[in-house]
């Protein structure tokens, strides 16, 4: 199965995480390094979410049809 990988930074306060848990929001649109936009939902996040928000650098593998494979930190 080909993939595809996209390299991006994150940076969510802790309100705009409280706005998700409230059910205001369910997903982001990032930015990757390469100036690619992909449209995340926000459930991904929750391994890395903590009391000040959410600020790292991820990576994201996608099938080549867009479909979540894995989310990772790498900083």
């Keep these: 199965m080909s993939q595809k990988k996209y390299i991006f930074s994150m940076h969510l306060t802790a309100e705009q995480v409280l ?26 996040f929750k391994p890395f979410i903590r009391h000040e928000g959410v ?14 494979i894995s989310l990772k930190k790498i900083n």
Excluded: C, M, P
């Design 19 to 44: 706005w998700y848990y409230q059910g205001h929001i369910k997903s982001v649109v990032v930015q990757a390094d390469s100036g690619e936009r992909v449209q995340l939902e926000l459930r991904h």
């Design 55 to 68: 600020k790292a650098h991820f990576e994201l593998v996608t099938s080549l049809y867009g479909n979540f």
